[in-house]
């Protein structure tokens, strides 16, 4: 008897027709886009692709002129768009953003964290200061925004997305270079995802990672026209080649969207084969 009521509550999956199952996988519309720090090279890239997908979109960082500007430029393009100003060193300015978007848009449905600096010191040079503000930007705001943003997401009783920009360095470490904040907190921060993926499942909320190696924007200019470090990088790029902007754009969107409902505390290595590799 046992065994014929389990086999009863089996489900069979009926053949599908992949045109239908596979339209509206990639839909934004009627969600609301959070990015902190989506006005940089790559979280604009983001904000755009958000936007063409559907979702409305609001962007913050400290400075807020700047913010103000790629709304303006995404609301002349057609699209639903905010800026504004926040420090993501201070808990209460997270929070008050988190509550502006919320109450501008009436919903938070997906919170793109592209929030990260470096401050390169070797290791016998390590300051606490500087130490100590990598922490606060690169992993202890992504706890409180995590945090701000799941208020909403709880409440509204929809689900949600939770994306966090990190990096390869999360995974690897680089050699001659001081990087022991920046790869310490991106570290950190891949278990940040697999922990609130944990707490938020039961609500429906997933948590991921996007993790680009070097993205050729103004932030690693200065890296890049070393001839001697773009060598080093491209030999160990199995795809030959340094990350563009766009290609950090469609495994970010996949994350925020309804294709990735299933997946919850991973992290996706955009990263031309390096991690692959190493």
């Given at each position: 008897?046992a065994k014929?009521?389990a086999?009863a509550a089996?489900?069979?999956?009926?053949?599908?027709?992949?045109?239908k199952a596979l339209?509206?996988?990639?839909?934004l519309?009627?969600?609301?886009?959070y990015?902190?720090?989506?006005?940089?090279?790559?979280?604009?890239?983001i904000?755009?692709?958000?936007?063409?997908q559907?979702?409305?979109v609001?962007?913050s960082?400290?400075d807020?002129?700047?913010a103000?500007?790629?709304a303006a430029a995404?609301?002349?393009a057609?699209?639903?768009a905010?800026?504004?100003?926040?420090?993501?060193?201070?808990?209460?300015?997270?929070?008050r953003?988190?509550?502006?978007?919320a109450?501008?848009?009436?919903?938070?449905d997906?919170?793109?964290?592209?929030?990260g600096?470096?401050?390169?010191?070797?290791l016998a040079?390590?300051?606490?200061k500087?130490?100590?503000?990598?922490y606060?930007?690169?992993?202890?705001?992504a706890?409180?925004?995590?945090?701000a943003?799941?208020?909403?997401?709880?409440?509204?009783?929809?689900?949600?997305?939770q994306?966090?920009?990190?990096s390869?360095?999360?995974?690897?470490?680089?050699?001659?270079?001081?990087?022991s904040?920046?790869?310490?907190t991106?570290?950190?921060?891949?278990?940040?995802?697999?922990?609130?993926?944990m707490?938020?499942?039961?609500?429906?909320?997933?948590?991921?990672g996007?993790?680009?190696?070097f993205?050729?924007?103004?932030?690693?200019?200065?890296?890049?026209?070393?001839?001697?470090?773009?060598?080093q990088?491209?030999?160990?790029?199995?795809?030959g080649r340094?990350?563009?902007?766009?290609?950090?754009?469609?495994p970010?969107?996949?994350?925020?969207?309804?294709?990735?409902?299933?997946?919850?505390?991973?992290?996706l290595?955009?990263d031309?084969?390096?991690?692959?590799?190493q």
């Amino acid at each position: 008897m046992a065994k014929k009521k389990a086999k009863a509550a089996l489900r069979i999956t009926p053949k599908l027709d992949f045109g239908k199952a596979l339209h509206g996988l990639f839909d934004l519309k009627g969600q609301v886009a959070y990015l902190p720090g989506g006005y940089g090279g790559i979280g604009e890239a983001i904000a755009w692709g958000l936007a063409q997908q559907g979702a409305k979109v609001a962007i913050s960082g400290r400075d807020g002129k700047k913010a103000d500007a790629l709304a303006a430029a995404l609301r002349k393009a057609g699209h639903d768009a905010i800026g504004l100003a926040m420090d993501a060193t201070k808990v209460a300015s997270i929070r008050r953003s988190a509550n502006t978007v919320a109450k501008h848009f009436g919903r938070l449905d997906i919170l793109m964290n592209c929030v990260g600096i470096h401050i390169e010191e070797p290791l016998a040079e390590v300051t606490e200061k500087a130490f100590d503000q990598v922490y606060r930007v690169n992993l202890k705001s992504a706890m409180f925004l995590a945090q701000a943003v799941a208020k909403y997401q709880v409440a509204g009783k929809r689900g949600g997305r939770q994306i966090h920009l990190l990096s390869v360095l999360s995974q690897l470490g680089l050699r001659n270079r001081g990087y022991s904040a920046y790869c310490s907190t991106k570290g950190g921060l891949v278990m940040l995802i697999k922990q609130h993926a944990m707490e938020l499942a039961p609500q429906g909320i997933t948590v991921n990672g996007v993790a680009p190696t070097f993205v050729y924007t103004d932030m690693i200019r200065h890296v890049m026209e070393n001839p001697a470090f773009r060598k080093q990088l491209l030999d160990r790029i199995p795809l030959g080649r340094i990350a563009d902007p766009k290609d950090v754009v469609a495994p970010s969107l996949f994350f925020a969207s309804p294709g990735s409902s299933f997946v919850t505390g991973q992290v996706l290595y955009v990263d031309g084969g390096i991690t692959a590799s190493q």
